[in-house]
């Protein structure tokens, strides 16, 4: 098998910075990424053996741990009767039933292939419904890699230290108004909706200040403007029904991905009845895919959501916090915020409340934290603006091998 450092090689010949998306390719953390050959529950190995406990967990699609048995069973068996017909089929009723049945705020739900897609187009849905133009977003949330929503977007543009991209034009993102997060802003009533992640997890992990999101759906109701979740991390992750159910706030829409495919591509967006009824064929907003509710990625996500019951949250809970703690008591000079099973690692004296807070960390001990831990055979994301995605495969003996390793890693960085 070739060395990391001979596929990097190839890989940059052919493909620009050698990877497919680009914090994968260390550019914030120095160095050469680990190439990796199989994973198995909570760990990965790379080309040349190494093996790592992983925290990335591909960034929050996987929960169950890698090649977890019944997404392995259940997407072998659904390649055997073919992988896209073009025709509907049942998984994919039984999949928007079973995000109905967590997310009582989705009336009516379509399946698409990535949480880019699904918040691209559920601000065509909001400007469509309320026939208005602008789109509030806050500087440091992240909503896939659409036009319009490419203004400060935290992960991997604020590693890069980009404010948007090249190739979006002003007119483009001159109807999105990018404002503060944990401030609720005053909307006009040219607003069509207002889009948060409820749980901020692109810039670490910031929580919503209490009230904050109460304080959105009360403002988006005296404007006449709808309210947007952007549930893509927090989705089946930090409850049974996403951050809506833990923090009581109902969204006019909400947009999924990650962890309802398993691993596999999907995203999704739902919400209510009146305002998905513009979706075409019902209504005028055009959106298609050949590949929308693909068979494999929905034999994937249902594998995935049967396993996720009460149980499973209590125990992502538990191994969350214990994660969080021993992090946080192991290294000193950080902040270890957790959302129920989201933990965040910032190196700064107090928890980032907004995207400034959040940039005001040290991201340069984070660079020589992240090699220190990769040494020791843990595998944290390769961006400080990334969160920590413990997962039902991180046993308590895992966690203590990470939270081991931090308590020499943080001496080894410190400078
Ligand atoms: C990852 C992410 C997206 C984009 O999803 P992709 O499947 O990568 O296109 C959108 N919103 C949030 C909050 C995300 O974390």
Redesign the pocket.
Known sequence: MPTNEELFDRAQRVIPGGVN?PVRAFRSVGGTPYFVDRGEGAQVWDVEGTRYVDLVQS???VILGHAHTSVVKAVQAAAEHGTSFGAPTEREVLLAEAIAERVPSCELIRLV???????MTAIRVARGFTGRNVVVKFAG?????GDALLAESG?GLASLGLPGSAGVTDAQVAETLVVPYNVVPTLSDATACVIV?PVA??MGLVPPAPGFLEGLRAECDRVGALLVF?????GFRVARGGAQALFGVRPDLT?F??VI?GGL???AYGGREDVMSVVAPLGPVYQAGTLSGNPLATAAGLAALEHLDDDAYRTLERTAARLADGLAAAVPGAVAPRVASLVGLFFTASAPVDYVTAKGTDTERYARFFHAMLRRGVALAPGAYEVLFPGLAHTDELVDEVVAAAAVAASESAD
């Open positions: 998306s960034y929050g699609a292939s990535s949480g880019t897609e699904a918040t949330n992240y909503h896939g890699h992960s992640e997890a692109n952007d549930e893509v991390i927090t947009t991905g990650k495919g591509n999907i995203g």
